[in-house]
Nanobody, 118 residues
């Protein structure tokens, strides 16, 4: 079973930045083939996809983070990243990584908490 380990969250003030990382316990080759993304779940809300990156490094973002967040990947390290700039209080959530397609999704990791508050 693939294990996902997210890290990099923290407590920041509005306007600040964070960089999240997620490493998968699979081969680099298998990781390189997957379209992966970053999801987030705020208290009382459903988990939502905020950014995704394909095997060809094509990216797509949710409207709420477009222009502020940037997703990237390092297949050799089996790791994806989420650079989050200009953070807002509404970005507060637990952030998770996973495959985008629900029918082939890996087991969810523990996530990493991001709190944006003044």
């Amino acid at each position: 079973q693939v294990q996902l380990v997210e890290s990099g969250g923290g407590y920041v003030q509005p306007g600040e930045s964070l960089r999240l990382s997620c490493t998968a316990s699979i081969t680099s080759f298998s990781f390189s083939l997957a379209t992966v993304g970053w999801f987030r779940q705020a208290p009382g809300k459903q988990r939502e996809l905020v950014a995704q990156i394909t095997s060809n490094d094509n990216t797509n973002y949710g409207d709420s983070v477009k222009g502020r967040f940037a997703i990237s990947r390092d297949n050799g390290k089996k790791t994806e990243y989420l650079q989050m700039n200009s953070l807002k209080p509404e970005d507060t959530a637990v952030y998770y990584c996973n495959r985008v397609r629900a029918d082939v999704r890996w087991a969810w990791g523990q996530g990493t908490q991001v709190t944006v508050s003044s």
